[in-house]
């Protein structure tokens, strides 16, 4: 938003992997005859309730279990954005939401690793020096 804060969603308990767990704004995969934009786009307003225009910042692989229920693997590709409206979350999909300054999650996360999804602790980790140029400004 204006004030650089991230907006992070906590997944819903109808999730299967990383129930109520703090993540990134929005996930989706691919949708067949649609762009990596497109798709985000449409995940967003489904989620979220809103579209922004969105910047690609990167691309990770990670792979990761959760108890004895699955894993994932996944190559998954980082998009920023700005939006400053209102927030419309499904609550199928997301249990709460807020917006945070970098510092601040940078801060929960080290305390309470737990609390977050492990690709999201790989996104802030892998592309701090992207988010750094937001970090000294809040």
């Known amino acids: 938003n204006k004030q650089k804060q991230l907006l992070i969603q906590k997944r819903s308990k109808y999730k299967l992997l990383w129930p109520l767990y703090w993540s990134n704004t929005c996930c989706s995969h691919l949708i067949k ?3 990596l934009k497109e798709t985000a786009k449409k ?10 225009s969105l910047k690609k910042i990167g691309t990770f692989y990670y792979k990761a279990s959760f108890n004895d229920i699955g894993v994932e693997k996944e190559i998954c590709t980082v998009l920023i954005g700005e939006y ?7 609550r199928k999909e997301i249990a709460d939401y807020k917006w945070i300054s970098l510092k601040e999650l940078k801060k929960d996360i080290s305390a309470h690793p ?3 999804t492990p690709w999201f602790k790989i996104e802030i980790e892998k592309f701090k020096k992207y988010f750094q140029k937001y970090e000294n400004q809040n």
């Open 33 to 35: 005859n649609k762009s």
């Open 43 to 52: 995940r967003l307003k489904e989620e979220l309730g809103f579209d922004c």
């Open 84 to 90: 400053n409206g209102k927030i419309k979350p499904d």
């Open 114 to 116: 737990n609390k977050y």
